[in-house]
Nanobody
Framework: QVWLVESGGGMVVTGGSLRLSCKSESGFSTNDMGWFRQAPGKEREWIAVSRWRPPLTYYRRSVEGRFTISRDTTDNAVYLRMDSLKPEDTAVYYC????????????????WGQGTQVTVSA
């Protein structure tokens, strides 16, 4: 089981940028890693995935071209760079080790960290 801590959230205006961090003391090993978010009143959804092998990335259409997922095995961290933020990006953001389930990516362990809040004002 991989224990993860998310950080880097905050309040920005439309068009702003943030970089979220997800760190694990035990490292991510060879896990595929993903970022999810949950907006008020909505279900949690995956938004970005970094595969270990092959080293591919995948994005939900609503964030493609604006968000970039990356991983640093030296620092045991996964990052989410978010540019051109919109009010609809307001949510709590989580990271997790993931696996494919049909056309979706899901949390491999179903355990979640505390997440980090991102608020984008108009």
């Amino acid at each position: 089981q991989v224990w993860l801590v998310e950080s880097g959230g905050g309040m920005v205006v439309t068009g702003g940028s943030l970089r979220l961090s997800c760190k694990s003391e035990s490292g991510f090993s060879t896990n595929d890693m993903g970022w999810f978010r949950q907006a008020p009143g909505k279900e949690r959804e995956w938004i970005a995935v970094s595969r270990w092998r092959p080293p591919l990335t995948y994005y939900r259409r609503s964030v493609e071209g604006r968000f970039t997922i990356s991983r640093d095995t030296t620092d045991n961290a996964v990052y989410l760079r978010m540019d051109s933020l919109k009010p609809e990006d307001t949510a709590v953001y989580y990271c997790a080790a993931v696996r494919k389930y049909g056309q979706q990516w899901i949390n491999k362990s179903n355990n979640w960290g505390q997440g980090t809040q991102v608020t984008v004002s108009a």
